[in-house]
């Protein structure tokens, strides 16, 4: 009988409850919310400096002296604009700045092209060699080369020129780097057709493989843009004239105090916020090329 009772007697099994699809959603959606939450502010962290500059532009000097971090001018005026353009080199430095940067991008895509192909297609002796210094040059700090380079511009006598400003400009290891890696996605076979049909080496660079690479080309361009626009360094050993100050050199010179005496907050701030916007517009203009580098390489 004690058997029996022990057999008839059942033991209830406990399930767990099942969990409701809203709770999992729930979840999700607040996961989501507190990234956004932190991207947002990590956005305004990095933003803030930059509101800030072009906000203590349009302020008084008094207001930016006492205040200087607020968004909101108490008094809204252009007075630094004003300063600026009236009693400094201002539209000399922007254009000697502009006339630099606009021979240095074209002369460095044509020529870190041409030497990008030539290391990813033609097959000499000492290739690898020559591509293994380009990439030794990359990890050289640029402020070590500062003396030799004035050295060697003061040798040639292209010291304080625009020639001594632009020429060791030209060519850029990292642009070899990123153009001879997207020639090697290029197919051959479309270089061995062209051949084929009689093109030499330079019309199957200048007419085949380098439209395909549009993308990079667009990269080299904005890079050596936003590089020589804002070179500080290597204008300051190339050049003494002030006729050939840049803009870089010139709001410098602002942040030293060079037109008055006191703290000159907004019109070191307007110089700096008026530097800004030519490498802003063109990086807002191809944002999306930049971040594509691999449209147009064909694959087998």
């Given amino acids: 009988m004690t058997v029996t009772a022990a057999r008839d007697t059942a033991v209830p099994i406990q399930t767990p409850a099942p969990r409701t699809v809203g709770s999992g959603r729930a979840g999700r959606i607040w996961g989501q919310v507190l990234l956004y939450a932190l991207l947002i502010v990590l956005a305004l962290i990095y933003i803030y400096p930059f509101l800030v500059s072009v ?27 004003e300063l600026l353009f009236s009693r400094s080199d201002f539209p000399l430095w922007f254009m000697n700045s502009a006339i630099v940067t606009i021979c240095v991008t074209l002369g460095r895509v044509f020529f870190v092209s041409l030497a990008g192909y030539a290391l990813a297609r033609l097959h000499f002796r000492g290739r690898a060699v020559i591509f293994a210094l380009v990439i030794a040059v990359m990890a050289v700090p640029g402020v070590v080369l500062l003396i030799p380079k004035f050295l060697v511009l003061n040798q040639l006598g292209i010291y304080d020129s625009y020639t001594g400003m632009i020429v060791p400009l030209l060519v850029d290891a990292a642009g070899v780097f990123i153009m001879k890696n997207f020639f090697e996605s290029i197919p051959v076979s479309i270089e061995e057709q062209a051949r084929i049909d009689g093109a030499g080496t330079f019309r199957v660079f200048w007419s085949i493989v380098l439209p395909m690479a549009r993308p990079a080309l667009i990269t080299i361009i904005i890079l050596s843009f936003q590089g020589s626009w804002n070179e500080l360094s290597h204008f300051i050993v190339s050049t003494q004239s002030p006729e050939l100050t840049t803009l870089t050199k010139g709001v410098a010179s602002l942040a030293s105090g060079q037109l008055s005496q006191g703290s000159q907050y907004p019109i070191k701030l307007a110089a700096a916020v008026l530097m800004t916007i030519p490498v802003a517009v063109m990086f807002f203009i191809f944002q999306r090329r930049i971040m594509n580098t691999t449209q147009g390489a064909l694959k087998e």
Avoid: M, N, Q
């Avoid at 008084?60 to 604009?81: Q, R």
């Fill in 55 to 81: 906000s203590t532009s349009f302020k008084t000097d008094a207001e930016a002296a006492g205040d200087p971090i607020s968004l909101i001018p108490s008094v809204f005026t252009v007075a630094a604009y």
